[in-house]
Every structure is written in C-alpha cells, then in structure tokens.
C-alpha cells in the first residue's frame, strides 16, 4: 500500500512520538520531586507548577491533534503571514509586556501568560524553511544570503530589546540550518574566531594578547610569503584581519563590557570563566546599588554540588538534599537537570542526554528523508532548536557556559516553553506523513 493511502496514524513516525512522550513525562517528575514535600497535605493542588504543568502537557496534546488533522500545505502557504503575525507580537510586547524578573517579554490575559519570544521560533522555523525552498531563492547570491540572515536576526534583536538576553542567542541556531543549506564556511570561521577572540581578551592581559595576536599574523605572512610578494590582496587582506582583530580585542570588547552589557551579563560570564569580575568592569546595579558578590556564581556552584551528590546512581527519587531544600535557584526551569542528576545519578543523566541525542538524530533522519525541500528544512531547523536549548542548558548547569536563561526542552516547567516545543514536533509529525508529497 502506497503510503498516501495508509491511514494518519500509521503514517506518524511512532519513535519521535515515544521520546517526546518519554522525555515529558520526564519532566513531570522533576518538576514533581522539586516541589513535593512530605508535609503536603494535598498532592493534587492546582496551585503546584507539577499540575500546571500537566495541564499544558493537556493543552500542547490537544493543539498537536489539531495540528496533525491540518492539511501539510497550510504551513508552508502561510509561513510568511505566520512570521509577520509572530514579528507584531514581539513589538507589542515591548510595549504592553507583562514585567517578570527584569524582562518585559511576556504578554498575560488574566491567569495566562504567554512569552511571544518562544512562539516566534516556530514562526522563523517556518518563514526561513519557506524562504530557502522558493524556487527563486538562489542561497548562493549574496542578496538571499542577507535576506536569510534578517529573518533570523530580526526577531532575535526584538527579543534583546525585551532584555531577554538568552532567548535571543537561540536564534543563533539557525545560521545551523544555513549552514545546511550553502552558508559559506567563513561565517562559521568568523563566528568561532570572535568567540575565541572575546574569550582571549577576558583571560589574557591585553598587551600580551597584543603581542601573540601580532606574532601569529607575523608567522602566517611568513608561511605564505612567496604569496604576499606575487598578490597586493593577499597582503592587504593579511593586515586588515590584524587590524580589525586588534580594535576588536582592544577597544570593542572592552567597550562592551564597560557600556553595553548590564552587571549581571558580565557576572554570568566571569563565572563561567572561573575568575572575578575585573575593577574595571565592576558597575553598580540598575537601581544604584553595590553589587554584593556574583549571584551567578553561587547558582553555578550549588548546581554542580547536587549533580556531584548523584554520584554514579543518584539518592534515589524524593531523596536529593538539594532537590528538596531548594538549594538550587530556579530548579524547576533553567536548572531543572540538576534535579535529574542528584536523585538519579551519572546513570539517569546518560539515559536522560540519550534521549534527547536519540531524538535529534532521529529528526534529522527525517529531514534527509523529506521529498519537499520545505519538509527537510524545517526538520533541520526544529532539530538545531533542540540542540541548541539542550547544548547550552545543561553546559550551563555544569558551568561550561554563562547562566542565560534558557530552558532545557520538555523538562523546564513552563507552559509556553512546552507549548512551543510541542508544536515544533507536531508539525514535524505531520510534514513527515506526507513527506511523499511536494509540500511548497
């Protein structure tokens, strides 16, 4: 039987199906352990993030459903609207967002919040997937590339302007897709090389990052000498990229962290980094006072005593020290893996980050799968996604990268944070059914 014939549900693809419902349930737990205490009188109270929780669980499951009874066409037909409709939302949010924790990214009717930022991504998801796979769109012409790169930068400076930092970086993810698709290896050489330059200037006196910076242009001009004597361009090109990484790592980075940068970002990174915060970068807070110590650090360090507690199989569920005296800041959102590794150990962690590497690799068998460019894209796209939350989340839980907020996906609690990822996998889900046809 041809596999239009075959009924939706034979069509779904069960694997994804079973790692999404693994990894949710998953997080109903955590969620669950962090806030269940042998004093609670009522384990059922809707006042508990484990019950809201399963309530959007409910709520995703049912919007999925719907989801997989839409017709595949409609999501590429309206991928541009759907992006305009995302960008409004996030300018209206500027203006009419609900402030929570120093951000105004929020938009809220009565009980119900819903952060803009996270729904967006399915948006650009969308958008950019439809973009690319334009017959028009030629991705090796400069004017495609820059058009690519605004729809994905657009949102995320928006998102900046909300002060939501960390949401903003996921939509790095998508120069991934880009990638995929002919970005050029310069932007991912570019990319690295400003990385390691911020991080070269944060660890290394300037002067001497002056002198090594100098050296290694001397030794490459003279590895490639016989080059510079033949080509003007050549040696032109050698002196800028020397020139451009001195302002940078002289004047631009420390720029940044004196006047762009709020204290609480620069304590984020300096302890990811190990060191303190230099004098010279050491501001008051936004409300005028000395700042007391590196809250970042301390969120840092409790984290990696409860995951070092777990030891190799955890204290078991409901044991964890940390988990139960709420020594963790933020336990149930952006560090909820620290909850999974004391009480379950090396072991629940391995299983735990398999599943999430099972079902990325998963969806990007999928992707190669697709017939419809446009199906193939977008699986690309929801897999850098995940990678990208899942990455940066738990190195930010073991102090391998800055405390920026983001959430670890289907574990976190948070209704939007669910909703949106649930989406992505639903209308993956059903892209994939009908991934016989030339969705367009």
């Not at 609670?40 to 109270?45: E, P, T």
């Not at 990174?269 to 000395?290: A, F, H």
Request: proline fraction near 2%; aromatic fraction near 12%; include cysteine.
């Amino acid at each position: 039987m041809s596999n239009a014939r075959k009924s939706l549900v034979s069509r779904l693809d069960g694997i994804t199906i079973l790692l999404y419902l693994l990894l949710t349930c998953i997080g109903l737990i955590a969620i669950f352990s962090v806030e269940h205490h042998s004093t609670d009188l009522v384990i059922f109270s809707g006042e508990k993030s484990y019950m809201r929780q399963t309530m959007w669980l409910g709520v995703s499951l049912l919007v999925g459903a719907f989801i997989l009874l839409t017709d595949s066409k409609f999501f590429a037909s309206t991928a541009f609207l759907s992006y305009t409709f995302g960008i409004v939302l996030l300018v209206l949010t500027i203006f009419i967002g609900i402030g929570v924790k120093g951000s105004k990214s929020w938009l809220g009717v009565g009980g119900i919040r819903v952060q803009p930022g996270e729904v967006c991504k399915i948006f650009t998801a969308l958008a950019l997937s439809k973009f690319l796979s334009l017959q028009e769109t030629n991705f090796k012409s400069t004017r495609d590339r820059v058009i690519g790169i605004a729809m994905v930068m657009f949102p995320a400076l928006i998102v900046i302007l909300q002060n939501e930092t960390g949401l903003a970086l996921v939509y790095l993810c998508f120069f991934l897709v880009m990638y995929r698709e002919g970005l050029p290896n310069v932007f991912l050489v570019v990319g690295i090389s400003s990385v390691a330059l911020v991080l070269g200037t944060l660890l290394i006196d300037r002067k001497v990052l002056f002198i090594i910076l100098t050296a290694i242009t001397a030794l490459v001009g003279f590895l490639i000498r016989f080059e510079l004597r033949r080509n003007n361009i050549a040696r032109i090109l050698l002196i800028s990229i020397w020139g451009v990484c001195i302002i940078f790592s002289q004047l631009a980075v420390p720029f940044m962290f004196k006047h762009a940068l709020k204290p609480h970002h620069i304590d984020r990174i300096y302890s990811m980094l190990g060191k303190e915060v230099p004098v010279e970068y050491q501001r008051k807070t936004e409300d005028g006072e000395e700042r007391k110590g590196n809250s970042s650090e301390y969120n840092v360090l409790q984290s990696k005593i409860a995951i070092g507690s777990g030891g190799m199989f955890g204290k078991g569920l409901l044991n964890g020290t940390s988990t139960k005296n709420q020594f963790v800041p933020e336990q149930n959102t952006d560090f909820i893996f620290t909850a999974i590794a004391e009480q379950f150990g090396f072991a629940g962690s391995f299983v735990l980050i398999g599943l999430y590497i099972s079902l990325m690799f998963r969806i990007m068998f999928i992707a190669e799968r697709q017939r419809s460019p446009f199906s193939r894209i977008y699986a690309y796209c929801v897999s850098s996604i995940l990678f990208f939350h899942f990455a940066v989340n738990i190195s930010m839980t073991v102090g391998l990268a800055p405390v920026i907020g983001i959430t670890l996906p289907f574990l976190s609690y948070g209704g939007s944070s669910l909703l949106s990822f649930s989406i992505l996998i639903f209308i993956l889900l059903k892209l994939d059914s009908d991934r016989h046809a030339m969705i367009r």
